[in-house]
């Protein structure tokens, strides 16, 4: 049976096509940047952006969201994406523009946002099709298995909500540094593979004293760079082997490349980045992984407002938000009007949708609609409220099955898991009757 493939990579090809991505990623950064520091000095603009500090306790002033970003052709690659549907920052950050979430339960992949944190695998490896590896290590028979020979075992389907851990940044008052994804950054999708706990159960069960399930992609990487900085490694406590998957089919199709195929690790109520994409390896293990990307990035404080003290960003948190009405559609007339969006629960099921259309002083509830796919798919929502003429404020709360309830305002300015039903709000203007 295979084992782990060695890597030959083409040095100079391999080398401009890092130094590319990195040039991508730093322009990406200094236009967030320079975005954030409009209207400021010179000084000002010189401190550093990135601001941990809670945000101001007086939070009834209305934030408007962000201005739309100014058009951008989509990559060669995404060529098959419906662009009038996305929003792309860069060609490693490509989100799904808010109303377009709200028109059916499940996100069309032509419509589903794009995050990378590194190049996808060399021709060579994905040329493997069947035969691409995954190798299993912390269990007691160390073995590696095929994609055809883990498409022979039982499989499972799971709806889940697939959101990037930077979902939201811009709609802080005060947004970290970063790509300033708006509302975009997720979307509700459909997986099929093999339930994890079958192929560790073939392989013996994992090894007494394990703490965590690391996964490792098949992501190029540069020469001369440290592993630690550069690898796309990823650990997540023990606990989330009941629902992981191998997955190889989204939404009923082969996995694309730009979404983690051939093979991708799923973990149901975790934050994206967790998502393996090209999953490589898989090991139980007694330490969370060394790489940059679990020690340094995509971490959130342990504590509200102790920033200093942080865990990676595992288990994602209730969030709704509006989809329709929105500020870009036609001019609303005063009267009765029908308003929509998406609600999750997180780690357990949206039980209980709320909306206001006065900045949060009254609540009224709203119904859930369409199909329930279980406790990890968003659902769908929608109430029809009398809206007066003149400026109206409209937002949404979600509570879980664990009594979660949304909160007014992200505790942290992170740039992660930003989740306040305030940050999310809608501001419009309703013109008279008739």
């Not at 499940?106 to 995954?134: K, S």
């Not at 009923?252 to 051939?262: S, T």
């Amino acid at each position: 049976m295979p084992r782990h493939a060695t890597v030959n990579p083409q040095r100079r090809t391999r080398l401009m096509q890092a130094l590319a991505f990195a040039l991508s990623a730093a322009c990406g950064k200094l236009h967030a940047a320079t975005a954030s520091a409009r209207g400021t000095s010179a000084d000002a603009a010189a401190k550093p952006s990135v601001d941990t500090s809670p945000p101001p306790a007086a939070a009834n002033t209305v934030q408007p969201l962000p201005p739309p970003a100014e058009p951008a052709p989509l990559p060669a690659s995404l060529a098959w994406k419906d662009a009038d549907s996305l929003l792309v920052h860069n060609p490693h950050a490509i989100e799904t523009r808010r109303a377009v979430l709200g028109r059916q339960l499940i996100t069309p992949t032509q419509c589903l946002f794009v995050r990378n944190n590194a190049l996808p695998p060399p021709a060579r490896l994905l040329a493997e099709e069947g035969q691409w590896p995954v190798a299993f290590d912390g269990v007691a028979q160390p073995d590696a298995y095929t994609l055809a020979e883990l498409q022979a075992m039982p499989t499972r389907t799971v709806a889940t909500v697939l959101q990037c851990a930077e979902n939201g940044r811009a709609l802080q008052s005060r947004p970290a540094i970063g790509t300033q994804w708006q509302t975009g950054g997720a979307g509700c999708v459909i997986w099929t593979g093999v339930p994890l706990t079958t192929v560790i159960h073939e392989l013996g069960g994992v090894v007494p004293g394990s703490r965590f399930l690391t996964a490792t992609g098949a992501d190029s990487l540069p020469d001369g760079v440290a592993s630690d900085f550069t690898r796309v490694e990823r650990s997540v406590p023990l606990s989330a082997l009941e629902h992981a998957l191998l997955a190889w089919t989204l939404n009923g199709a082969p996995i694309p490349l730009a979404h983690g195929g051939p093979l991708r690790l799923v973990l149901p109520g975790y934050a994206g980045v967790n998502y393996i994409k090209y999953v490589r390896r898989i090991a139980f293990t007694t330490e969370e992984s060394s790489a940059h990307i679990q020690t340094a990035d995509f971490r959130v404080p342990l504590r509200p407002g102790e920033p200093r003290l942080t865990i990676p960003a595992w288990r994602l948190p209730v969030k709704s938000w509006i989809t329709a009405p929105l500020e870009s559609d036609e001019p609303l007339k005063a009267g009765v009007v029908p308003i929509r969006g998406v609600a999750m629960g997180g780690t357990s099921a949206v039980t209980r949708m709320e909306v206001t259309v006065d900045g949060g002083t009254t609540w009224h509830p709203a119904q859930l609609t369409g199909s329930d796919l279980g406790p990890f798919a968003w659902r769908l929502f929608e109430i029809s409220l009398t809206l007066p003429p003149g400026p109206v404020r409209l937002a949404c709360r979600a509570t879980n099955a664990a009594g979660q309830q949304q909160p007014e305002l992200t505790t942290d300015n992170t740039g992660y898991f930003v989740n306040g039903w305030r940050e999310h709000q809608i501001s419009l203007t309703i013109a008279p009757a008739g």
